[in-house]
């Protein structure tokens, strides 16, 4: 639900005993009323009881104060009082509430060069915490929606993709690209995406066409980089030739799409939906590595399991 006028954070990116720097508001039964004014602190107990309950819908804070909850957030991640798992959530969890505003605006110009901040955000963290994406991930996976997916394809892509060496120019590149991979769904019929049991024919042929959706809407902006255009048109290819839609084969697959192949359908595997019980991160690499290898860049999916490693790690 919007509320215009303020946009939503979640109760947790707050720190116990650290004063906040904006005004912090509660809504019940559509009602706004001022939880905490700026300068006022929450208790360790009082925040942990909160967090059980908070659905990220309840809190928000006026748009006129996004600089200080910005500020309140980037202190956080720079402060020396917080160790490296509990910087790792207030990322997580404050780019979470950016990520859900970025899917529901109708710009998607916009969203775009607004999603590149949020994705330097993360890199710069790696950089500067060794651990930092071991924490990232293993906070990741929960239950599965739109914006959650998109995040953790995102954070997953940026972990696979720092174990493949890649460059902090493509790693920032590769993060935007995972982010909007499934752009396209935008135009698939909102009944076919929300479907809980297995599509139909007519319904698995529109959901095929997603990727040209996507493609559509990026080429729309022009400071889109190819890298991105192919995470989002080829990550539905398959290593063997046979996805969709060119059938392109092995190499001929962009290196990002070939990345989101693998990150995108571990992150189905593993998190909860309506009509599945989720693996254990081991369980979906392995059966990807055992029973589905024919789809991935075989050199990836090993890498997959040093991502695996850092989670274990992080645990």
Not at 151 to 162: F, M, P, T
Not at 274 to 301: F, I, Q, W
């Amino acid at each position: 639900m919007d509320t215009p006028g303020f946009f939503k954070v979640r109760i947790n990116t707050l720190i116990p005993g650290k004063p906040t720097t904006f005004d912090l508001h509660l809504r019940i039964n559509n009602q706004m009323i001022t939880y905490l004014r700026a300068g006022d602190k929450i208790e360790a107990e009082k925040l942990r009881l909160l967090m059980a309950r908070d659905s990220g819908n309840h809190f928000l804070v006026k748009e006129e104060d996004r600089r200080h909850y910005k500020g309140y957030v980037h202190n956080q991640m720079m402060s020396g009082d917080l160790d490296v798992r509990e910087k790792a959530l207030v990322l997580r969890e404050s780019s979470m509430t950016l990520v859900e505003e970025l899917f529901e605006n109708p710009d998607v110009n916009k969203a775009l060069d607004q999603s590149r901040p949020i994705i330097t955000q993360f890199v710069e963290f790696m950089e500067a915490e060794p651990s930092a994406m071991a924490h990232l991930i293993s906070l990741s996976g929960h239950d599965f929606y739109t914006y959650n997916h998109s995040l953790d394809v995102s954070i997953y892509s940026l972990g696979l993709a720092e174990s493949l060496s890649f460059t902090k120019a493509d790693l920032e590149e590769m993060g935007v690209a995972a982010l909007f991979h499934d752009i396209g769904k935008r135009q698939v019929n909102i009944d076919i995406l929300c479907k809980k049991g297995p599509l139909n024919d007519a319904e698995w042929a529109q959901m095929q066409k997603h990727p040209q959706f996507g493609l559509m809407i990026l080429k729309e902006n022009p400071t889109v980089t190819e890298g991105i255009k192919a995470a989002c048109f080829e990550h539905h290819e398959s290593w063997a030739g046979n996805g969709y839609p060119q059938q392109l084969v092995a190499d001929e697959i962009h290196p990002f799409a070939r990345i989101v192949a693998i990150t995108d359908t571990y992150d189905a595997m593993t998190t909860q939906r309506s009509y599945n019980v989720p693996m254990t991160p081991h369980e979906a690499v392995t059966m990807m590595k055992e029973k589905l290898a024919g789809r991935y860049d075989p050199e990836m999916l090993n890498a997959m399991y040093s991502v695996l490693f850092k989670m274990k790690a992080a645990a």
